[in-house]
């Protein structure tokens, strides 16, 4: 069965201190593995798509990156507008999200 | 602007009093699916569907019924509904390769009592 376990669930930050969250997965015949945001009471925003491993993917504060078995959301220098609780999902014959890693960035 | 609208964004019912929350997208999208979101359990997929009168279930499908008459359109129909049903609800589609991303909707918070 296709399984995708994100740590740590929760994660505090002071502003400009870089950390990884970690999206861990099992999953045969991988088509996709994506990155959303989703802030309190709205839908999940995409981020990133990665495809095979060694793929990375930028934007602004954010680095993804795809091993066989798991991908790294890096935030390099995080202000307090990148809180949000960041969701892992893989595709195969469908989607599978993961529980989520909740991000506080404290000013 | 290409987006997926749920409605309503909010219901408070009162058991076993049948509801339907609706979904479309304009997108063109062969695949939509539901999701229930609970604290501490992420989201759980109820049904999707590949494509026109194509459904499937999902993790959580119990208590739970969808249709996909129309490409545009997966409403999603709760008969009887319960308070364990109380949770956030997401719609969403994507391609049908499921290569590209997922466009969520805003989301109904549904309350049972």
């Known amino acids: 069965e296709d399984q995708v376990t994100q740590s740590p669930e929760a994660l505090r930050l002071q502003e400009g201190e870089s950390s990884s969250l970690n999206c861990s997965y099992t999953?045969?015949?991988?088509?996709?593995l994506f990155w959303y945001r989703q802030d309190p009471g709205k839908g999940p925003e995409f981020l990133f798509t990665?495809?095979?491993a060694g793929e990375e993917k930028e934007k602004e504060r954010l680095k993804a990156t795809l091993t066989k078995k798991e991908s790294f959301l890096h935030i390099t220098a995080p202000k307090p507008e990148d809180s949000a609780t960041y969701l892992c999902?893989?595709?195969?014959?469908?989607?599978?999200f993961g529980a989520g890693t909740r991000l506080t960035v404290k000013p | 602007e290409a987006q997926v609208t749920q409605n309503p964004r909010y219901l408070i019912t009162v058991t076993g009093k049948k509801l339907t929350v609706t979904c479309s997208q304009n997108m063109n999208h062969e695949y939509m699916s539901w999701y229930r979101q609970d604290p501490g359990l992420g989201l759980r997929q109820i049904y999707y569907?590949?494509?026109?009168?194509?459904?499937d279930k999902g993790d959580v499908p119990e208590g739970y019924k969808v249709s996909r008459k129309e490409k545009r359109n997966f409403p999603l129909i709760l008969e009887s509904p319960s308070p364990n049903q109380t949770s956030l609800y997401f719609c969403a589609s994507s391609n049908r390769d499921l290569n590209t991303e997922a466009f969520f909707g805003q989301g109904t918070r549904l309350t049972v009592v």
């Open positions: 999953v045969s015949g991988l088509r996709g």
């Open positions: 569907s590949m494509n026109v009168e194509v459904t």
């Open positions: 990665l495809y095979s």
């Open positions: 999902a893989v595709s195969n014959n469908d989607m599978r």
